[in-house]
Nanobody, 119 residues
């Protein structure tokens, strides 16, 4: 298991940008696939995107493709979510998650960070 702590959330106007960070504990961070999810009030948790062990492969939900970018720095045990061209519908609590293999389920979760986009 890996422990995850998100940061970087806040209030931003529509069209603005934010970068979320997710710091992981443990020496095996580079062996985990990392993902970002979000949950808006009254809605189910939604997949945002994921990044492979090395960072060489990423995949995004259609709703954020072209606006959000996931990256990671394995030397710092950190994964990032760069969010550009933010829309009010991006308002949610954002969570990072980790899994040990591509076909596995995400098994470690952070506590979440709130992102609010005003119109």
């Amino acid at each position: 298991q890996v422990q995850l702590v998100e940061s970087g959330g806040g209030l931003v106007q529509a069209g603005g940008s934010l970068r979320l960070s997710c710091a992981a504990s443990g020496r095996t961070f580079s062996t985990y696939y990392m993902g970002w999810f979000r949950q808006a009030p009254g809605k189910e948790r939604e997949f945002v995107g994921r990044i492979s062990w090395s960072g060489g492969s990423t995949y995004y939900a259609d709703s954020v493709k072209g606006r959000f970018t996931i990256s990671r720095d394995n030397a710092k045990n950190t994964v990032y979510l760069q969010m550009n061209s933010l829309k009010p519908e991006d308002t949610a609590v954002y969570y990072c998650a980790a899994k040990a293999a591509p076909a596995a389920s995400f098994s470690s979760w952070g506590q979440g960070t709130q992102v609010t986009v005003s119109s």
